[in-house]
Every structure is written in C-alpha cells, then in structure tokens.
C-alpha cells in the first residue's frame, strides 16, 4: 500500500502535489462543515417570555440533566432541541419550575403549630392571591398576573361592616384584553373571596392603565357603558345586515354602516287617577236616641263619608332601547367574469345593478335591522362601482409548492448534493492521476525533470534518463559551441555500467551538467 501511494506522489510534480494537497483540505473542510451543519439541531422554544430571576434556576436544572438549550430574546425564551422539548419540560416540571409566582394552598400543607391568629390570616390571604394568580395567568391572552386583596375583618353589627376591595394586574405581552375578559376576570375574583363584590374589584394592565369601569354611579361610568352598549348594538345589527347581502351580491361586495340613537333616559313615574263615577263608603257613624219607659222620644243621627276610585301608578322607562336607526349600504356593480376562452389578462366587466334589485335588497335590510318608519328610521341603499378588486369566492388553499417542499427536506438534501459533489471531484482526480504514465523502475536517486528543450517532458526517474538527458543536452551545447572529443556514451543494460556511464560524461563535461540540473531545479519548482 505504501510502495502504490509513492508510486502515485512519484508521477506528479511539485504543483501537482500543491494542488492536490489543497484540494484534499478543502474537501475536508467541506465535510466537517456540512457534517456539522447537518448534525446542528433544530432549535425550537420550550419556554416563553420567563422572568430572569427564574430562566437561572432553570438554566441550572437543563445543565444538570445534560440538556442543551440557548437563550433567546434576551434571556427570556429558552431554546432546546426539538427531540429534547418533552424531556426538557418533564424535568423542570419535577423540579416546580418554572415558578407559578406565589403560593397557593400549599401554604397549609405543613403543620401550623405556634402560629398566631394573624399569622394564620396572613397566610390564607396569601394562598388567596397565589390562586387566583394561578387561575388568572392562565387563560388565553394572559401572560401573568399579580392579586392583591384588602380583606376586612367583620364587625359584629353588619351596618358597621366595610366592603372588600381587590386588584388585578394584568401582564398581556402589549395587546389589551376585550372588556368581556376583563369583567370575566373581576366576577371571578369576587366569587372566589368573600366580601367582595365585582363592582369593587380593579383589572389595570402592567402599563398603568384602569381596563375596568367602576359603576359608582358617575358621569364617567355612565358614559364608558352608554358607549359600549351603543356599539354593541349598532355591530350586532351591522353583521346581521352585512351578512344577508354578502349571500346576494357576493363575499365582499357591500359595505354595511349602521348608526343607533340609544336611550339612555331614565323614566321613573307615579300618577294617580280618581274615577268620580265610582265610590265607595269609606266611613259611618249612626247616634241614636232610646224611648223610656216613663215617656219621651228617642232620636238616631247617622253621618257617613265616600271616597272615589284612585289609580296609582308607578312607571320606569326601559334604558337602552332604539330611538332612531341609520342605515348606510355600499353596493357593487355586478361583476361578469371574462369568458373561459379569453386572454390570460383579460379583466371582468362591470354593469350597474337594476333598479327593481336595489329595491329588493333595501327592503331585505328594513327587515334584518327592524327599521320602522314611523319612528323615522332611514335606510339608504347605493350602488357604484368598487376601486379594489373584490373577492369572489373563498380562494382555495394553494398546493404545497416545490420551494415548500424543499424546504421541508432542506439538511438532507444539502448533504446528499455535497456527497455527491465530493465524489465526483474525487473521481476526478483518480481519473487524473491515472492519465500519468508509470515510471518504468525506481532507484535510489530523486525524481528529476527533463529540461524542456528534451525530447520528453516527464520526469527522470532512472540513471539511463539522466544519462539520456545529458547526452541530449550536451549535443545541444556542441550545436552552439566548438566540438568535443567526447562522444556519445554507449547504453548498457546493467545498472552498474549506466550508473558509470553518467559518473563519466558528467566529469567529462562539468558545465554542461550543471546545465541540465540547473533546468531540472527550475522545472520541479
């Protein structure tokens, strides 16, 4: 094996080997890099947006489970690898991480011997809030949350007694809660902690702001909840409306506007009515006078009062119902698709809708809303045509394309094009190297080349070459130069007589020689 791998070094010259020496290294460097690429692991989040204090601890445990992870976001996602994300949440779930934030219950799992009564308060209001801290963090949209009650003691007399009060801070990642979530989140605090209504509960973001509407009975309460009721409205019968005209003209062909005048007047009302034609004795006193037995005259006085029918009536106005109603609907042209054998760029065509249609979809509309004309409710119906191109029909999920589809099989296909690239370059070069003839023995001597002006370019790897390039070089010489007595060596076939044969016409003819070396040095080189 190692007489073939001299024999191959043998056939190549210096640039040869420089080249393939290169060309070696950069073949392995080729290797290692798309092995290692291939090999990197596919780095997915196991954790999101945790506290630093925390991403330590479980840092830690990862180490010692020999898990490897990265650090993301500065610090607050945890990275680990995709067939490690089951293992790595299953360890530091053992471990309680990461921390849920304050206890709970778990407070009272340990023996409560030598506390005092305070001390016994304190912590029940302290699993209070890490409960419902708990509860809170983990709906959808909520990244964490922090409780804070204010619990008062009961005083015996209950009008002595002052309400509860609660805090909410929520932490949304930016994007603020809708406002059903957030009464959600205050009704479900005070049906956990005794003594506190919804009404005493306050919801406020990391930011500072208040997401909740106090009902105190002031003008600003009144008017956040007047607000919401009137969009409520007005977006309910909106999406009943836009909704019956998309299934007629199409998904995205009208525009639906609706604006309600709400009343929000509070009506509280008492009459009374007294009906003179209908009475009643309300009272009666009679007197009356006893004959005696010895004489005279009894008397009997009778006094009796009516009173007339009265009607009371106490009446409180509804709050909230529909004074007035506004609607607004934007129609498109009707749209008539270019026909199957048109040009690739050809558009659709508009043609105005008829009369008698708009008639029938504003008449469609009066019903959706229960527009009544009586109360002056107005509708409005206009048909144009659109700037934008509108939506059809529902477009259909695209197939996977072929760029997809690389992608999916990316590190894969990568390694097996590089594999094939190194084997075609190693083929190559095997093919190259085969090309180069043989020499025909090997000796002692380094591998010399012919100069150029020889009649070989190959490398002389025998005494008889080098015996065969002097002689050449040397009538070269003669050419140029007075003659010289020495002739031509003869050839012999042993070893020692060629090797004699050089020792002589180099002696004979030093200048000559140092030539043919010379031009030797600066081939190999």
Request: net charge neutral; glycine share 8%.
């Amino acid at each position: 094996m190692a007489d073939a791998i001299q024999d191959m070094l043998d056939r190549v010259g210096g640039r040869q080997r420089a080249m393939l020496l290169m060309v070696g290294v950069g073949v392995a460097v080729v290797i290692f890099g798309v092995s290692k690429w291939a090999t990197a692991p596919d780095w997915v989040p196991a954790f999101s947006n945790q506290p630093i204090e925390t991403v330590g601890l479980m840092t830690d445990k990862l180490t010692a489970a020999g898990i490897g992870f990265k650090l993301d976001r500065g610090g607050s996602d945890i990275l680990v690898s995709a067939n490690d994300v089951a293992r790595a949440r299953v360890t530091l779930a053992q471990a309680g991480l990461p921390s849920a934030g304050r206890p709970g219950m778990e407070l009272f799992d340990q023996p409560s011997w030598g506390m005092t009564d305070f001390t016994q308060r304190i912590n029940y209001r302290r699993a209070l809030e890490g409960e419902l801290e708990r509860t809170i963090g983990k709906m959808r949209g909520v990244q964490s949350a922090q409780v804070h009650l204010a619990l008062h003691e009961q005083s015996t007399f209950r009008s002595q007694d002052k309400p509860s009060n609660a805090s909410v801070v929520l932490k949304t990642g930016g994007a603020a809660p809708a406002q059903d979530v957030v009464q959600g989140i205050a009704h479900l605090v005070a049906s956990s902690v005794d003594g506190v209504s919804a009404d005493h509960v306050t919801v406020l973001d990391d930011s500072g702001r208040m997401l909740s509407t106090p009902d105190d009975g002031s003008m600003a309460s009144l008017t956040n909840a007047q607000l919401s009721t009137q969009r409520e409205v007005e977006g309910y019968l909106q999406t009943k409306a836009e909704g019956l005209v998309d299934d007629i003209v199409g998904s995205g062909n009208a525009r639906v506007r609706v604006s309600a005048a709400l009343n929000f007047d509070k009506i509280e009302r008492s009459s009374q009515l007294v009906d003179p034609e209908k009475q009643a004795t309300s009272t009666e006193q009679r007197y009356e006078i006893t004959p005696g037995a010895q004489g005279g005259a009894a008397s009997s006085n009778v006094a009796m009062s009516y009173d007339n029918s009265k009607i009371t009536e106490n009446f409180s106005g509804a709050i909230g119902n529909i004074k007035k109603l506004s609607v607004a609907v934007l129609l498109n042209d009707r749209i008539i698709p270019p026909a199957a054998n048109a040009a690739a760029n050809a558009k659709p065509t508009y043609v105005a809708r008829t009369p008698e249609e708009i008639a029938r979809i504003e008449s469609l509309i009066r019903g959706a809303v229960g527009a009544d004309s009586t109360r002056g409710d107005v509708v409005t119906v206009v048909a144009t045509h659109f700037d934008a191109t509108p939506i059809l029909a529902a477009e259909k999920d695209s197939p996977q394309t072929m760029i997809a589809t690389v992608q999916q099989f990316e590190k894969p296909g990568i390694s097996l094009l590089a594999i094939a690239a190194l084997l075609v370059v190693a083929m190559m070069l095997i093919k190259a190297i085969k090309s180069i003839p043989a020499p025909t023995g090997r000796s002692s001597y380094a591998p010399l080349a012919l100069p150029s002006g020889s009649h070989s370019n190959q490398f002389a790897t025998t005494a008889h070459d080098v015996a065969t390039a002097i002689s050449a070089t040397a009538h070269q010489h003669q050419a140029y130069s007075a003659p010289s007595m020495i002739a031509e060596p003869l050839a012999f076939p042993e070893q020692n007589q060629t090797r004699g044969r050089v020792a002589a016409t180099i002696a004979a003819k030093p200048d000559v020689s140092t030539r043919v070396v010379r031009a030797w040095l600066k081939e190999a080189v």
